[in-house]
C-alpha cells in the first residue's frame, strides 16, 4: 500500500478563517479522495482529485467553500475556507490503489476544531 | 433506503468468541466490497475486500459475500481485545466510478 502523509495532524482555527490540508503520497497515483468524517460519524465524500482536470464534487459540497488542487500525481490540497463551528471535523485524503479494482488507503488525517 | 447500512452497535464479544459483522447494501449492481477498521482518533485501515460470491479468509479474518441477498459480511475469530475498533463497510456502488460509499460502522468490543 502507499505511504501517504497528511498535514497538519490537527489545527484550531478561527471563524472566518481558511485552512489548507495537505496530502502527500509516496508514488504516483491517479486518483485522490478527501473525505469529511463529523463526529460520531461514518465518511462523506468530499471530492474526487484526479490529476489534470477539475476536481470533482459530490451533492452538498461546492468548491468555492472546498478549492482542491492536484499539481501532480503525488499531492492534493483540500482548502477549508470562510469557516464556521460547524465545519469542525476530521478531513481524510485517500488514494486508490493502482492495479487494485476500487481499494483506497487513507492518510492520517487531519483535526480541524473551529471556534 | 440507505444504500449501505450496519447495525452501529456496540456489538460485545467475550475474547476468544467469534464476532460477527453485517452489512447489507441496496445496489444489486454493486461490484467491490470492503471493510475498514477504526479505532478511536485514527483513520480506516483497510482488513478485507471481496469482489465474488463466497468467503474468504485472510489470519483470523472472513469476509463473506452474498450478492443475491444483497449482504457482506467479516467474521473475526478469536477476537482479542485488539480488535475493539468500530467496524465500517464499503461499497463500490454501480455507476459510482471509483468511488467508495461507506456505511456508518459498527463498534465491535471485546471483553477480557
Known amino acids: 500500500s502507499a505511504v501517504i502523509s497528511q498535514k497538519p495532524s490537527r489545527d484550531i482555527c478561527q471563524r472566518g478563517t481558511s485552512l489548507t490540508i495537505q496530502c502527500q503520497v509516496d508514488s504516483q497515483v491517479t486518483m485522490m479522495f478527501w473525505y469529511r468524517q463529523q463526529p460520531g460519524q461514518s465518511l462523506t465524500l468530499i471530492a474526487t482529485a484526479n490529476q489534470g482536470s477539475e476536481a470533482t464534487y459530490e451533492s452538498g459540497f461546492v468548491i468555492d467553500k472546498f478549492p482542491i488542487s492536484r499539481p501532480n500525481l503525488t499531492f492534493s490540497t483540500l482548502t477549508v475556507s470562510n469557516m464556521s463551528p460547524e465545519d469542525s471535523s476530521i478531513y481524510l485524503c485517500?488514494?486508490?490503489?493502482?492495479?487494485?479494482?476500487?481499494?483506497?488507503?487513507f492518510g492520517a488525517g487531519t483535526r480541524l476544531s473551529v471556534l | 433506503q440507505k444504500e449501505v447500512e450496519q447495525n452501529s452497535g456496540p456489538l460485545s464479544v467475550p475474547e476468544g468468541a467469534i464476532a460477527s459483522l453485517n452489512c447489507t447494501y441496496s445496489?444489486?449492481?454493486?461490484?467491490?466490497f470492503f471493510w475498514y477498521r477504526q479505532y478511536s482518533g485514527k483513520s480506516p485501515e483497510l482488513i478485507m475486500f471481496i469482489y465474488s460470491n463466497g468467503d474468504k479468509e485472510d489470519g483470523r479474518f472472513t469476509a463473506q459475500l452474498n450478492k443475491a441477498s444483497q449482504y457482506v459480511s467479516l467474521l473475526i475469530r478469536d477476537s482479542q481485545p485488539s480488535d475493539s475498533a468500530t467496524y465500517l463497510c464499503a461499497v463500490n456502488v454501480r455507476g459510482g466510478g471509483n468511488k467508495l460509499t461507506f456505511g456508518t460502522g459498527t463498534q465491535l468490543k471485546v471483553e477480557l
Open positions: 485517500s488514494v486508490r490503489a493502482e492495479l487494485a479494482k476500487n481499494i483506497q488507503y
Open positions: 445496489d444489486r449492481g454493486s461490484q467491490s
